[in-house]
């Protein structure tokens, strides 16, 4: 008989990541975590039944995490300026400290792996964000857009600017970081895009 | 968290075509799900039951002609 451990579990998942983010998920076999993880093999298979399941369960796991991370202090009901702001707040927040997570997430973002993955998620994130958005438009202050002009608009150059902060650098500057007043400089831009 | 079944876990040579003959062999009221990961080579067998042996599920699969053992 043998029982689940959850200590063990966190090392798991934590092995998980480094080497799906190290090598990709083509590279990543049950066998090298169990090696990296100083456990057995069997070990694994008490927790996840094969490497489909394992993927699946910590993105699925870590997926739920940034999404209700992104809503603390948000509420649909807020004008649109300062939701996307607190939106870009909590997203860019949860990038810097789980770095890892997030490039890892990336991994499984274009394998058939993530359908799954948006299968298990509950749509709670999906309906919020779409109720505010809905009223924003209602209240005129979000212009009509198809969502992918909408989503790009809003969300992308948050996105790049966290790159090039990953990158430490950008296409004319040796070294970047990103800070409040840049990102606070963008959302302007951005809202004012926003605009109808 | 509490699992009210127990976990087996087996290493075979098992293929995706012999699924059907190990569903036959497997087919007790004790066994209540099982997956083989075919992707590792150990071609794990993982077994969730109740009141049923490590040894009683390799007797089971070796007298029908697969090999089987525990991983360890």
């Known amino acids: 008989m043998r029982t689940r451990d959850e200590n063990k579990e966190q090392i798991i998942r934590q092995k998980t990541i480094e080497l799906v983010v190290k090598e990709g998920l083509d590279g990543f076999s049950m066998q090298k975590l169990a090696k990296a993880a100083k456990v057995s093999p069997a070990t694994l298979y008490i927790y996840y039944k094969d490497k489909e399941d394992l993927i699946i369960s910590i993105c699925t796991e870590l997926t739920m995490h940034m999404l209700n991370d992104s809503l603390k202090n948000f509420s649909p009901d807020m004008h649109f300026d300062e939701g996307l702001k607190i939106q870009w707040l909590n997203r860019a927040a949860f990038y810097m400290k789980y770095t890892d997570e997030v490039h890892f997430i990336e991994q499984i973002r274009y394998h058939q792996y993530y359908q799954k993955v948006l299968r298990n998620l509950d749509g709670s994130f999906r309906e919020t964000m779409g109720k505010f958005v809905h009223k924003a438009r209602e209240r005129k202050e979000l212009a009509e857009l198809p969502f992918e002009v909408y989503w790009s608009v809003a969300f992308a150059p948050l996105y790049q600017l966290i790159k090039f902060h990953w990158q430490g650098r950008s296409f004319s500057n040796e070294s970047f970081s990103l800070n409040d007043k840049i990102m606070m400089q963008t959302l302007n831009l951005v809202l004012k895009a926003l605009r109808p | ?72």
Not at chain 2, 16 to 32: H, Q, T
């Open chain 2, 1 to 72: 968290m509490h699992n009210p079944y127990t976990i087996h876990i087996f290493k075979t040579a098992l293929e995706p075509e012999d699924r059907d003959a190990v569903e036959n062999i497997l087919s007790s009221d004790n066994i209540l799900r099982w997956t083989v990961d075919y992707e590792d080579i150990d071609k794990v067998l993982r077994i969730e039951s109740i009141n049923i042996s490590s040894e009683e599920i390799i007797t089971l699969m070796t007298h029908s002609g697969y090999s089987c053992e525990e991983l360890i």
